[in-house]
């Protein structure tokens, strides 16, 4: 190394810049957000914004996106904006940022033109740490004028995926945020997504002129997931199962894929005594409203919804997601699964599927006025959801698979790995119900069909004279109910097609013919019931041991969000109040040191949680 008469404490160099970042930005994870430790990626892209560099960051639900941007924003000069798609979370994201001391606002339709010019005045003032708002908003002329005249510290574009036209929440605001890259050269821009595949990644990437960006893609793997499909029995009375067995008290979420079947269930289950709610885009939109915010503040609360209830909702406690239909894309399935558990402790995604839906989703593919070609890939992406439902082997390792990761092992925590499916040589069966089909004339739904099979003879089959044909009551080795099975799978592997235009007759397709010539065997799952599990308690409060001190700091939590009126999880996360419970701290310092304690946390909240752990020992101490 050559001598030069620079010397660091003339001129700073590079390295000596990095370094000085490095610990300004551990200080803020420590002190605002209470954290001890950078997970993964994050050091990595909280340095790469901070020295002014774009990202491109791809991380699963729950893997702490939000700090990758926030700290960076708060350790530059200037105000980071953050773009995101959904304007009814902002008010509980900016909620939880000021409960850690953090300058956060939001500009959005909601507010009056009152309200949006104190807080465009806190911008230009530069007073303002972290600024959310709504693409459409961002976009328009008056909002690029007011941005220009700022400082501002990076552009978080959240929910990146929305850039995608193959992707399931396409937005076209998103496409025009290109326009930041020119009008905004100097400011860094990160694009973050939960959504990994190529295709939506390429799309993000060239729309948001990320091409020179380092990416940073984390494992997709959501280890404390449990997945399981299920087909046997009816959807409700297997939910119902599934929520008495493993979720008796907790928040969970129960996608169903009509607003009907919607409010059916919530009322159902209320009228069981669970604490449900409905929300679909039908609904008024106060109704709404207030049904998300119940389930955010209340405590096992179960929301029954369509798909349009969910995007950016993060609620870490959420134990479990249900489907009671299929839905439409492997993406879709991951994307609303992953809302369950972002705390990290054990959280069940459930599905419970039937032949019904498959037709049904078809149908809704045909009828959605979308081009051919779009019309082929949602095709493909329901095919390939289809497979996985009707997968035999790990469900984690098929879908990590699909999202590009190679190589994992068998999970051991989905229902295949845990109760292996029986399968059986379902050819003849196959064979059996294709030439039925046949026979019939291709004219026939399912019922009927197995009607025929079964020899259960009725008016209108015996009108037809199909209680005459080959098939008529050669399938009494198998009930209605396998039977039903058989359909379901052929329909899944594509061996039957069901016309949506013709009522949804089943007809028969190219695949079928190699299998009634009997060049090829058709392996099936058999259905069985899956098998109870014990009941667990709460996955939080099974890590404590002290019960009733756990229940003590709950309270406290409670009474002190609702004094805010936040949501419990904005005073603190379950996981910092189970750490409290375990290590009891008497202290503010000691408190200090609980995981997601930060500085303006413990002024604000330190004492009353001190008071409540000091009065649970003393009365241990002396009954
Ligand atoms: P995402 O947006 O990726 O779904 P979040 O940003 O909401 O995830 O983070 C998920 C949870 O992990 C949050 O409760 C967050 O506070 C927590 N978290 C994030 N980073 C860390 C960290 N370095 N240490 C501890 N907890 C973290
Ligand atoms: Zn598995």
Redesign the pocket.
């Known amino acids: 190394m050559t001598d030069t008469t620079l010397t660091p404490t003339t001129v700073s160099s590079p390295d000596s810049a990095k370094a000085r970042h490095r610990a300004e930005a551990l200080d803020v ?1 420590n002190h605002t ?1 209470g ?5 993964a990626d ?1 050091a990595a892209i909280v340095e790469t914004l901070i020295d002014g560099n774009n990202a491109l960051v791809l ?1 699963p ?7 990758c941007y926030q700290i960076p924003a708060l350790v530059r000069q200037g105000t980071g904006v953050v773009v995101s798609p959904l304007i009814a979370l902002m008010q509980d994201q900016v909620d939880a940022l000021r409960q850690q001391g953090v300058n956060a606002a939001f500009l959005n339709s909601t507010l009056s033109s009152e309200e949006s010019r104190t807080i465009e005045n806190s911008l230009l003032s530069g007073e303002l740490d972290i600024l959310y708002v709504a693409p459409e908003r961002l976009l328009s002329d008056y909002t690029l004028g007011l941005l220009q005249r700022a400082r501002l510290s990076l552009f978080a574009i959240d929910e990146a995926h929305c850039v995608s036209q193959w992707g399931h929440d396409f937005r076209p605001e998103y496409q025009s945020l290109s326009l930041l890259a020119e009008e905004f050269p100097q400011v860094p821009r990160v694009a973050l997504t ?1 959504t990994a595949d190529q295709r939506t990644r390429d799309e993000i990437i060239h729309n948001l002129r990320l091409e020179d960006a380092p990416h940073f893609i984390a494992g997709f793997d959501r280890p404390n997931i449990r997945y399981t499909i299920s087909e046997s029995k009816q959807g409700r009375d297997a939910l119902w199962d599934f929520l008495e067995t493993e979720h008796p008290a907790d928040a969970g979420i129960v996608y169903c894929l009509s607003r009907k079947k919607v409010e059916e269930t919530a009322k159902w289950l209320a009228g069981k005594g669970r604490h449900a709610l409905a929300y679909h885009a039908g609904m008024d939109s106060s109704i709404r409203q207030i049904h998300q915010q119940q389930f955010l503040r209340q405590e096992g609360v179960i929301m029954v919804a369509t798909v349009a209830f969910g995007m950016g909702i ?1 609620k ?1 406690d959420v134990r479990f997601v249900a489907h009671l239909n299929l839905p439409r894309s492997v993406e879709s399935y991951y994307q609303e699964t992953g809302r369950a558990g ?2 990290g402790y054990a959280a069940n995604a459930w599905m419970h599927y039937g032949l019904q839906d498959v037709i049904q989703l078809s149908q809704m593919l045909q009828q959605s006025g979308a081009e051919d070609l779009q019309k082929r890939v949602e095709q493909q992406k329901l095919q390939a959801m289809l497979g996985l439902a009707e997968l035999c082997t790990c469900r984690r390792v098929a879908l990590l698979e699909y999202f590009g990761e190679q190589g994992h092992a068998a999970c051991g925590n989905c229902d295949n790995c845990l109760d292996p499916p029986v399968t059986w040589d379902g050819t003849v069966a196959a064979q059996k119900a294709l030439s039925c089909v046949y026979r019939t004339g291709q004219r026939f739904g399912v019922g009927y069909l197995i009607d025929v099979l079964l020899g259960n003879s009725n008016d209108r089959l015996v009108k037809m004279g199909h209680h005459k044909v080959s098939t008529f009551g050669i399938g009494t080795e198998l009930g209605n109910a396998e039977w039903r099975s058989v359909f379901r799978q052929l329909l899944a592997m594509g061996y039957l097609y069901a016309d949506p235009d013709q009522y949804n007759t089943l007809q028969l397709t190219e695949m079928s013919r190699p299998i009634l010539r009997g060049e090829q065997q058709v392996e099936m799952r058999r259905p069985v019931a899956t098998k109870r599990r014990s009941t667990k308690k709460s996955a939080a409060a099974a890590d404590v041991s002290d019960t009733v001190l756990w229940e003590a700091l709950r309270a406290c939590r409670s009474m002190l969000a609702s004094d805010a009126g936040v949501p419990p999880y904005v005073v603190f ?1 379950d996981r910092t109040l189970v750490e409290m419970a375990e290590r009891q701290p008497q202290t503010l310092e000691e408190l200090s040191t609980v ?2 304690v930060g500085d303006t946390k413990l002024s604000r909240y330190g004492e009353e949680f001190l008071t409540v752990i000091r009065e649970h020992l003393a009365h241990r101490t002396h009954p």
């Open positions: 994870l957000f954290y001890e430790a950078f997970r994050q991380m639900t729950g893997g702490g996106k939000s700090l939960a993060d870490p972002r705390d996360h995981g997601g």
